[in-house]
């Protein structure tokens, strides 16, 4: 079946330490995304990718770093920068900047102990 | 500035007719996205306006109107399942980046 893998889904986090989030997607999709999500706001744009070695800060991109080595893969690594981690992490990916849906992988939690 | 308007939470009778408004302001338009999120998962696409007018989906009917920065989702004979936060969001023309509303919290009772 197509669609987007996260992994893990829940991840806890000593403070000062850098954790990786996995993402990846088998339905050759140009553009990638990953979200944050806290409780009572909306989803805010961290980095996205519209292309395999290219991507752009979105609005809360400090305290995080992405790569996109390979078009079926966009880990996004939460830095010891990121004073306040602890959020639900969203992957997702479209057909290219203006595809009309934009499918969402499962979801991360992460908790900073 | 950029806005997305939603109520925060609605209470609707299961069987019956609920609508979800979602009211915008953003420097450009190229599309609005309406989801459903059921609590601890990923949010699931319902439907896509670009134009104006009513798109039908089954229970679900989703309008827009972009003179006035307006959507609504109309979900029909609601059923149990259907309690789950909505979200509203507005693709902007100037980067094709989503701003989304904070998501409307739908409570079906029997």
């Known amino acids: 079946d197509g669609g987007i893998t996260q992994s893990p889904k829940y991840l806890f986090r000593k403070e000062g330490q850098n954790v990786t989030l996995s993402c990846e997607q088998n339905?050759?999709?140009?553009?990638m995304y990953w979200y944050r999500q806290d409780p009572g706001q909306g989803l805010r744009l961290i980095y996205y990718?519209?292309?395999?070695?290219?991507?752009q800060k979105g609005d809360i991109a400090e305290g995080y770093s992405v790569s996109r080595e390979k078009k079926e893969s966009f880990p996004l690594t939460v830095t010891s920068a990121q004073k306040n981690p602890t959020a639900f992490y969203l992957c997702?990916?479209?057909?290219?900047?203006?595809?009309?849906?934009?499918?969402f992988g499962e979801g991360s939690w992460l908790t900073v102990v | 500035g950029q806005n997305i308007d939603q109520p925060t939470e609605m209470t609707a009778t299961e069987g019956a007719i609920v609508q979800i408004n979602c009211t915008y302001q953003?420097?450009?338009?190229?599309?609005l996205f309406w989801y459903q999120q059921h609590a601890g998962e990923a949010p699931t696409f319902l439907s896509y306006?670009?134009l104006d007018g009513l798109e039908e989906k089954g229970r679900f009917s989703s309008f827009l109107s972009r003179s006035k920065g307006y959507s609504y989702l109309l979900l029909k004979e609601l059923q149990m399942k259907d309690s789950a936060s909505y979200l509203c969001?507005?693709?902007?023309?100037?980067?094709?980046?989503?701003?989304w509303g904070a998501g409307t919290k739908l409570i079906i009772k029997p």
């Open positions: 997702a990916s479209s057909q290219g900047a203006t595809g009309n849906t934009i499918y």
């Open positions: 339905l050759n999709h140009d553009a």
């Open positions: 990718s519209q292309i395999v070695n290219d991507f």
């Open positions: 953003t420097s450009g338009f190229n599309g």
């Open positions: 306006n670009v």
């Open positions: 969001a507005v693709r902007e023309s100037s980067n094709y980046q989503l701003i």
